[in-house]
């Protein structure tokens, strides 16, 4: 016989989940989000989601702005043929903040190509005018993923460089880490930073970008990083523009081709 202790125990296990599922129907019903952690990092209730070190990532998108002129996803690429180009990044469900680092891949050369350097024509405050890029790594990317060869194992994408243009040797990458940026929403995407470069890229050189962010837990240790879709690489297949000469200077050049003839003429005849 069951005693009288016993049948008046409560439920408590249940009792505490009934009570918790309530706080969170309520919680939805009022316009809030729930969480819950779902191992990789932690999805919300309005459908957010979270990257795998517990921080909100966003796919990030090339564009070209200014004197470029626009260039279109191809579901391929976003190319352009203008060397060197102005550009940016957007991002999805922006204006998302982190640390911004722009990735360029040239085709590899023995030794590598001088390293880009960006202008910034609107950027963060404290943010230098200029950045002079790094090489990432002493030997070119061939194989895999990009965002292993440059250690961003959280990032998403992850950029599997079967999705870029086959060139020999691979791609040398050079990289600069512009600091603290947001980066707008596609209809915005002019408000945030805007960048050239002050040499033209090799041909068939693409631009990405890496948004960086500070984990909002304690679940996984770690930096998660928003990647660019392989769809909005910034490609720039064009050759790199060649500078036409002004009035002036070829009113110069066909001067001393004058003179050359005639000191040509002169000679033969002496």
């Known amino acids: 016989?069951?005693?009288?202790?016993?049948?008046?125990?409560?439920?408590?296990?249940?009792?505490?989940?009934?009570?918790?599922?309530?706080?969170?129907?309520?919680?939805?019903?009022?316009?809030?989000?729930?969480q819950a952690h779902n191992g990789n990092g932690w999805n919300w209730g309005q459908g957010q989601q979270w990257g795998q070190q517990g921080s909100k990532t966003s796919t990030l998108h090339s564009f070209c702005a200014g004197s470029t002129p626009a260039c279109t996803d191809n579901g391929i690429n976003t190319p352009t043929t203008t060397n060197p180009p102005e550009f940016g990044f957007w991002a999805s469900g922006g204006p998302t903040?982190?640390?911004?680092?722009?990735?360029?891949?040239?085709?590899?050369?023995?030794?590598?190509?001088?390293?880009?350097?960006?202008?910034?024509?609107?950027?963060?405050?404290?943010?230098?005018?200029?950045?002079?890029?790094?090489?990432?790594?002493?030997?070119?990317?061939?194989?895999?993923?990009?965002?292993?060869?440059?250690?961003?194992?959280?990032?998403?994408?992850?950029n599997k460089i079967t999705a870029f243009k086959?060139?020999?040797?691979?791609?040398?990458?050079?990289?600069?880490?512009?600091?603290?940026?947001?980066?707008?929403?596609?209809?915005?995407?002019?408000?945030g930073p805007l960048f050239t470069l002050t040499a033209a890229l090799p041909e068939y050189s693409y631009a990405?970008?890496?948004?960086?962010?500070?984990?909002?837990?304690?679940?996984?240790?770690?930096?998660?990083?928003?990647?660019?879709?392989?769809?909005?690489?910034?490609?720039?297949?064009?050759k790199p523009s060649t500078p036409v000469p002004e009035p002036g200077s070829l009113a110069l050049l066909g001067t001393a081709l004058a003179v050359l003839g005639l000191a040509a003429r002169r000679k033969r005849r002496a």
């Open 166 to 191: 086959s060139v020999p040797g691979g791609y040398d990458v050079y990289v600069a880490d512009l600091g603290s940026q947001t980066l707008q929403s596609a209809a915005q995407a002019t408000n």
């Open 97 to 158: 903040s982190g640390d911004l680092i722009l990735a360029f891949l040239t085709p590899e050369t023995t030794p590598p190509s001088a390293a880009p350097t960006i202008g910034i024509t609107q950027a963060a405050k404290g943010t230098p005018s200029s950045v002079t890029t790094t090489l990432a790594k002493p030997f070119a990317w061939t194989s895999g993923y990009l965002a292993s060869y440059l250690g961003y194992a959280s990032a998403k994408p992850k």
């Open 208 to 238: 990405v970008a890496f948004l960086a962010s500070t984990p909002l837990s304690n679940c996984q240790s770690g930096t998660a990083y928003g990647a660019t879709a392989n769809s909005a690489a910034l490609y720039i297949d064009g």
């Open 1 to 34: 016989m069951m005693s009288s202790s016993t049948r008046s125990r409560p439920a408590r296990p249940l009792a505490t989940a009934l009570l918790a599922g309530a706080a969170a129907l309520a919680l939805l019903a009022s316009g809030g989000t729930a």
